[in-house]
């Protein structure tokens, strides 16, 4: 069994090139996963993103351009994601149909977080340690939406079943103002 060697530059460079489809993909489905959320919050999670995704798009073409001798635009991958969301316009139950959107996102955000950790570890053993910091603040932006889907899903999941739930809409939302303690 022979694998195909490739060098730390050529593994960059398509780490990018794929962050960069897949963001571009993301960013496409949005409008769509917004109109088939039934749960408010899911939706202000799916309405919340592009901003963050314009950003690690812009951050990813700057790296991109960047690389001598590269062509400009990655080929775009497609994922089956696109064809899934079809499907899902289908389901009447809004609950299984929330629970679904909930699954492409997990999928959509690990396909992120594995892919911007090997681009990032690839970039530092070139030795590229701004390009580094600059994914490794695209993962961190991941990181937080995945954390903020998790608990948005286990709410789902508890009203599903039953189970009583406090409103904590204040701890849902990034603080507006830092306060200073002692």
């Given amino acids: 069994m022979s694998q195909e060697h490739v060098s730390p530059a050529e593994f960059y460079v398509s780490g990018l090139e794929s962050l960069l489809s897949l963001e571009m993909q993301h960013e496409k489905l949005i409008a769509k996963m917004v109109s088939l959320a039934d749960c408010e919050r899911l939706r202000e999670f799916f309405e919340d993103l592009p901003p963050m995704i314009a950003r690690q798009r812009r951050r990813l073409e700057l790296l991109l351009r960047s690389i001598p001798e590269r062509p400009d635009t ?28 909930v699954k492409a996102s997990a999928w959509i955000t690990g396909l992120q977080v594995d892919q911007y950790v090997a681009t990032r570890d690839a970039a530092m053993q070139l030795g590229d ?8 603040r695209s993962l961190n932006a991941v990181a937080a939406s995945r954390l903020r889907l998790m608990r948005i899903a286990q709410r789902i999941r508890h009203l599903a079943e039953g189970v009583p739930t406090v409103e904590t809409t204040e701890f849902d939302r990034r603080p507006e103002r830092a306060v200073a303690l002692p």
Wanted: proline share 8%; hydrophobic share 40%.
């Fill in 74 to 101: 990655p080929a775009p991958a497609r994922n089956g994601l696109e064809e899934d969301l079809l499907d899902l316009q289908l389901m009447r139950n809004p609950d299984d149909r929330d629970a679904e959107l």
């Fill in 129 to 136: 340690f701004e390009a580094a910091r600059h994914l490794q």
